[in-house]
């Protein structure tokens, strides 16, 4: 089992930049798709991107697709999530999971971080 924990959040205005890390724990993380999903009040939790164990393939959700970009330094078993142009929609708290593949991290995911707040005031 590969534990995550996430870091960057905060608050942020319209229009602003966060990153986000999340550190895996356990010698196998690199050989995990890495993924973030967001869960904001009252909604289900939702993709956001994936980055295959390589870091040579991405996905996107439609609504993040040209602001976040994910990353992964496999050295620091580490995986980023540069987010730009924050709208308020954005406000969710921010989960980092494993996965064996990106054609199926939406609907099946190994291990889940704790989270960390994103704010973004308008």
């Known amino acids: 089992q590969v534990q995550l924990e996430e870091s960057g959040g905060g608050l942020v205005q319209a229009g602003g930049s966060l990153r986000l890390s999340c550190l895996a724990s356990?010698?196998?993380?690199?050989?995990?798709?890495m993924g973030w999903f967001r869960q904001a009040p009252g909604k289900a939790r939702e993709f956001v991107a994936a980055?295959?164990?390589?870091?040579?393939?991405?996905s996107y959700a439609d609504s993040v697709k040209g602001r976040y970009t994910i990353s992964r330094d496999n050295a620091k078993k580490t995986v980023y999530l540069q987010m730009n142009s924050l709208k308020p929609q954005d406000t969710a708290t921010y989960y980092c999971?494993?996965?064996?593949?990106?054609?199926?991290?939406?609907?099946?995911?190994?291990?889940w971080g704790q989270g960390t707040q994103v704010t973004v005031s308008s």
């Open positions: 999971v494993t996965a064996l593949a990106i054609a199926t991290i939406k609907y099946s995911q190994g291990s």
């Open positions: 356990g010698r196998t993380s690199s050989t995990y798709v």
């Open positions: 980055i295959s164990q390589s870091g040579g393939a991405t």
